[in-house]
């Protein structure tokens, strides 16, 4: 992965045929400066943005394949080589990280749902701690982007968090890199400009907190669902996409919404049915217990037994509490 993206970077969008100098200006301007970012746009969002004709777009775009060498078959090798550059990131309880397989993997998405309070934004404060840390400590040595869509992001939780680590809370927070989104579009903008905050910072975490909030609010009622749910598939490609390109770990939280229909097991299910279940690669289901504890359980994951863990949550954040 590292070696695709240095090779992908010698060249430049003006190499590709069909890109001239102005239309390299328009394509730059949208956010579409290197050839790796053109190879995975759609003909149609490239030509609403530019403005260029989406027959040369469609044309731009296999350039940028040729060039990216993506869009081809991959084969089972090649996708093995590709998973070995997968790191991992603890949560800071050691019982979730063995759930998880050793913590939570870059190159892949990992939703956490449940109630108000049951700690969804507590073990985002976390991460985002702990991905600053060295690679021995379970860290990445690198830095996150936030999608603040609840205000909850709170910097003081993330200085007790780090001095709970024994790391700087100042040059914690220095690798922080939040914004707060305003709507669901906004928040879709967002995920779109995570690519440029990733030229510039070694980011190795993007978190969507809430995922699913805004779109719970804005699309109500059964008409607007399919529209609801083809935006967040759009979405959930945008994040899981980067993830590929830059090995970056996806965290999403999502709630739940109560199920007055479902008797039997659990009365509740997380919001945005099968279009966030089936992109989410990991999802963790959240419940309260006593004295801070936190009941983690594994549902759906493509090679992991499900189970279940507790987890405790304190002012020096996330551990197993013993
Ligand atoms: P969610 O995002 O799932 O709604 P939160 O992650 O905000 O829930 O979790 C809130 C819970 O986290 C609180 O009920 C409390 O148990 C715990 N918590 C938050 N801050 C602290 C703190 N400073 N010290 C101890 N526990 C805390
Ligand atoms: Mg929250």
Do not use: C, W
Not at 111 to 137: C, D, R, W, Y
Not at 297 to 307: C, F, K, N, T, V
């Amino acid at each position: 992965m590292a070696g695709n993206e240095k090779e992908t970077k010698k060249i430049t969008i003006e190499d590709l045929a069909g890109v001239g100098e102005a239309t390299a200006e328009k394509l730059r301007e949208n956010g579409y400066d290197d050839i790796m970012t053109l190879a995975v746009a759609s003909p149609k969002d490239l030509s609403e943005v530019s403005g260029i004709a989406e027959g040369a777009a469609i044309k731009i775009i296999n350039a940028a394949r040729k060039a990216a060498d993506v869009g081809n078959f991959e084969t089972g090798e090649e996708i093995l080589a590709r998973r070995k550059d997968v790191r991992k990131l603890t949560t800071g309880s050691k019982n979730l990280d063995d759930l998880l397989g050793g913590g939570l993997e870059t190159q892949s998405i990992t939703e956490f749902f449940g109630e108000f309070g049951s700690g969804k934004t507590q073990i985002m404060h976390q991460l985002a701690v702990n991905v600053t840390m060295p690679f021995e400590k379970g860290g990445l040595e690198a830095e996150t982007m936030i999608i603040d869509t609840e205000n909850t992001f709170r910097p003081e939780r993330i200085v007790q968090m780090a001095r709970a680590k024994g790391v700087d809370p100042d040059e914690t927070l220095k690798r922080i890199h939040v914004a707060r989104a305003y709507n669901s579009h906004h928040q879709i903008l967002l995920a779109e400009k995570a690519a440029d905050l990733a030229k510039e910072f070694n980011i190795k975490l993007v978190v969507v907190d809430s995922l699913t909030s805004h779109f719970r609010s804005e699309y109500m009622g059964r008409g607007s669902l399919a529209e609801r749910q083809q935006l967040l598939n759009r979405h959930m490609h945008d994040l899981l996409k980067f993830s590929t390109i830059y090995n970056a770990i996806i965290a999403v939280t999502n709630q739940v919404s109560a199920r007055p229909d479902v008797f039997f097991g659990d009365p509740t299910t997380p919001i945005g049915g099968n279009i966030v279940g089936h992109t989410a690669t990991f999802r963790i289901y959240l419940r309260k217990s006593k004295a801070g504890k936190r009941i983690a359980r594994l549902i759906d994951s493509p090679y992991l037994p499900e189970g279940e863990t507790v987890i405790q949550l304190s002012e020096d954040g996330i551990s197993d509490g013993t």
